[in-house]
């Protein structure tokens, strides 16, 4: 609670004398920084799909730290001595 003998009176117009902005805070939701990475966040689902070994052409590549595996329009990742099938989302 606020005594009356503690308030400022404030010229009209302006609530503070000068800019008083606040720069930093990149984790937060509503920064860039923050909206950037909730947008390029991907999700690897496995699937109950394994194979051996993996098709030719694939290319290996990495999704959230994560190495998979790329053939075609199909993941692969590596797990227990086979691959298993994954979904990005």
Known sequence: MLAADTLVPAPFGSFVPEAQAVVG???TPGSVAGVARRTTRRV???S????AALPAGCVSTSVNGTTVWRCGGVYYQPYGGRFVVVYID
């Open 25 to 27: 805070r990149p984790l």
């Open 44 to 46: 690897i689902r496995r």
């Open 48 to 51: 109950t799909i394994y194979v």
